[in-house]
């Protein structure tokens, strides 16, 4: 067979594309995407116009032999189930087993398997079902000819939004810069946590890189990506509004909130409702603001309660907003991004994707060297057998 053409991927659960923009930025060209969902489809397209390549529907149903040979397949299949809302089903829930249909589409590829996979999820996938989930994934990428090397990343080192996540990089062959699975020590892409999940795992077949540090922490403050919105403009909530969140807080936070209104200028918080329950025992919505000058992370604006809230107070005075969909790409790493539709769908957009900014990290520190590595076609040869 002949070698795909380097730095060229498929991008499964492409979801408003932002995966793609950020391995474009690292020299990364797209030929395959599908995603099921309509709403976030329009929004792909609208920023990077009607595009072909684009396949709108359910993974498991996809055609493996209409799709383009490429160098990387990307996932970031859903997380619903693996988190405490989706009641941690795991991979066998609805939403998350949607993993086993990418699965199945690179079995059915055969010959035509990408020598590279790259998997995205959240940090609970690493104990999903006592870390049998997560086994469960890497496995099945072993078996598929692949070896596996787990690594965390969090926007807040690119961009003031706390939004860790665990990848996966999959490699067709091993990496000449692979360290021991023994000799791994805790570090800011692999922590205590995710080492010792390898280390107690010798079944598996790893092939763990010696990567350069990320950066330690944005330059950028909430303060910094904020849209300048008028006093008067109707997206500030009313003071009764206002008043009742401020209600909400618990005396801690409310201390924080008092102080920042206090103070001789003006500063920002990102608040989340939750409910939480009580002293008196009941449950009850509270809101909890953080003031470190990060965004907590973005999620799907479900209820209600994933809306996150913007706290501006100073001068004896304060205002509350929910953050826009233009501050949400910019958090994301995308601010470049071209927004239509409804808000509430950019906000469903923003609240699933992969932070762009480190899709392109990954991409010219790990994906960019192993181009050269992998996808020759003596290595693909091997792959391939």
């Avoid at 990364?28 to 329009?42: L, S």
């Avoid at 590279?116 to 078996?143: I, K, Q, R, W």
């Avoid at 000819?145 to 996540?165: C, E, H, N």
Wanted: some cysteine.
């Amino acid at each position: 067979m002949s070698a795909p053409a380097p730095r060229t991927f498929a991008e499964f659960f492409a979801g408003i594309g932002l995966v793609r923009l950020g391995l474009e930025r690292a020299g990364w060209e797209v030929r395959f995407a599908n995603d099921i969902d309509a709403a976030k489809h329009r929004q792909y397209e609208g920023h990077f116009g009607p595009d072909e390549s684009f396949v709108l529907g359910d993974v498991h149903q996809l055609d493996a032999s209409a799709m383009p040979d490429v160098t990387l397949a990307t996932a970031s299949f859903p997380c619903t189930d693996l988190s405490l809302a989706g009641g941690r089903k795991g991979l066998g829930g609805a939403q998350s087993s949607a993993f086993w249909g990418f699965h199945d589409v690179l079995k059915r590829l055969g010959g035509r398997r990408p020598p590279l996979v790259l998997l995205e999820n959240v940090p609970g996938l690493l104990n999903s079902h006592g870390g049998a989930d997560f086994a469960a994934v890497l496995t099945a990428l072993n078996d598929l000819g692949y070896r596996v090397d787990p690594i965390m990343l969090d926007a807040k080192w690119f961009t003031p939004q706390s939004r860790l996540r665990l990848f996966v990089i999959a490699k067709a062959v091993d990496d000449d810069d692979a360290i021991a699975p023994e000799e791994l020590t805790p570090s800011q892409l692999r922590p205590a946590a995710l080492v010792d999940f390898v280390q107690r795992h010798p079944e598996i077949i790893w092939s763990c890189a010696e990567l350069p540090d990320p950066p330690a922490a944005s330059s950028d403050k909430l303060a910094d990506i904020l849209e300048k919105l008028s006093d008067d403009d109707p997206a500030w909530w009313s003071d009764e509004r206002a008043e009742y969140l401020l209600n909400q807080m618990s005396p801690r936070h409310r201390a924080d909130a008092d102080a920042m209104i206090a103070r001789r200028r003006w500063t920002y918080g990102a608040v989340f409702r939750r409910v939480r329950r009580a002293p008196d025992g009941e449950k009850r919505s509270m809101a909890e603001m953080r003031t470190d000058g990060l965004a907590g992370c973005l999620r799907t604006p479900k209820g209600g309660s994933g809306r996150q809230i913007l706290f501006k107070a100073g001068y004896g005075r304060y205002a509350v907003r929910l953050l826009t969909p233009r501050e949400c790409a910019r958090l994301m790493g995308a601010g470049e991004f071209t927004i239509q539709g409804s808000n509430n769908d950019a906000l469903f957009g923003f609240g699933d994707a992969v932070c762009a900014s480190v899709l392109t990290w990954i991409g010219d520190n790990y994906l960019n060297r192993l181009t050269s590595e992998c996808c020759s076609p003596r290595q693909l040869e091997l792959f391939c057998r």
